[in-house]
C-alpha cells in the first residue's frame, strides 16, 4: 500500500496551459515537501509546507497544504518547457525526520 | 562545494558479482540515505544514517549492505547482484537539525544494470 498517492501519473501539455497534480494520503503528516527531477539527475527540493491549510507560492508554482494535513497539492500557471520534469511529493509522520515519497508526477510540457 | 557526489555513473554487473556505490558529502552533514528509484515505483528507502556510527534499515534493505565510513562517506554494498537489483541508486544527504524536517541534497545517482 503507497502511503502517498500521487495523480495523475503522467501529464503531457502545451505551453501556456495550466496544471494541477495531487498528493494524497489518509495519514496526517507532520510536513510534506515537493521535490522536482529532471531526466538524469536526482531530486531538488521546491518547497516544504508545515501548517494546515498553508499556501506558498514559488514564482508560477503554488503549493497547497491541506487543512487536515493529508494532502497536498501543486499548481503551475502557464507551464514551460523548463518545467519538464518528475514531481514528487513527500511527507514525514509524527517525530520521524524519515520522509516516504510518493511515485511521483511525469510532466512534459511541449512548445 | 561539490554537495553529494556518488560513483560510479554507470555500471553493469552479472548475476552473482559484488559491487560497492560510493558516495561522499561535503555539506558537514549528519544524515545519510540510500534510494534506489524504479521506473513507477518512486524513491524507496534501502538504508539510512542518522549519524556517524549508525545505520538503520530502510523500506527494502534485503541484497544490500552499508557503512558510514566516517562522517562525509556513506557506501552501498551489493555482495551477491541480482537482476531484481537492477535500477538507479541515489545517495542523499541533510542536516537534521530536527526541525520540520530538512532538505534532502540528492547525488545525481548510480545506474546499475544487472544481467
Known amino acids: 500500500t503507497q502511503l502517498l498517492e500521487q495523480s495523475p501519473q503522467f501529464l503531457s501539455i502545451q505551453e501556456g496551459e495550466n496544471l494541477t497534480v495531487y498528493c494524497n494520503s489518509s495519514s496526517v503528516f507532520s510536513s510534506l515537501q515537493w521535490y522536482r527531477q529532471e531526466p538524469g539527475e536526482g531530486p531538488v527540493l521546491l518547497v516544504t509546507?508545515?501548517?494546515?491549510?498553508e499556501v506558498k507560492k514559488l514564482k508560477r508554482l503554488t503549493f497547497q497544504f491541506g487543512d487536515a494535513r493529508k494532502d497536498s497539492s501543486l499548481h503551475i500557471t502557464a507551464a514551460q518547457p523548463g518545467d519538464t520534469g518528475l514531481y514528487l511529493c513527500a511527507g514525514a509522520k509524527g517525530g520521524s525526520y524519515i520522509p516516504t515519497f510518493g511515485r511521483g508526477t511525469s510532466l512534459i510540457v511541449h512548445p | 562545494n561539490a554537495g553529494v557526489t556518488q560513483t560510479p555513473k554507470f555500471q553493469v554487473l552479472k548475476t552473482g558479482q559484488s559491487m560497492t556505490l560510493q558516495c561522499a558529502q561535503d555539506?558537514?552533514?549528519?544524515?545519510m540515505y540510500w534510494y534506489r528509484q524504479d521506473p513507477g515505483m518512486g524513491l524507496r528507502l534501502i538504508y539510512y544514517s542518522a549519524s556517524e556510527g549508525t545505520t538503520d534499515k530502510g523500506e527494502v534493505p534485503n541484497g544490500y549492505n552499508v557503512s558510514r565510513l566516517n562522517k562525509r562517506e556513506f557506501s552501498l554494498r551489493l555482495e551477491s547482484a541480482a537482476p531484481s537489483q537492477t535500477s538507479v541508486y541515489f545517495c542523499a544527504s541533510s542536516e537534521t537539525s530536527g526541525g520540520p524536517w530538512d532538505e534532502q541534497f540528492f547525488g545525481p545517482g548510480t545506474r546499475l544494470t544487472v544481467l
Open positions: 509546507v508545515v501548517t494546515g491549510g
Open positions: 555539506m558537514n552533514h549528519n544524515s
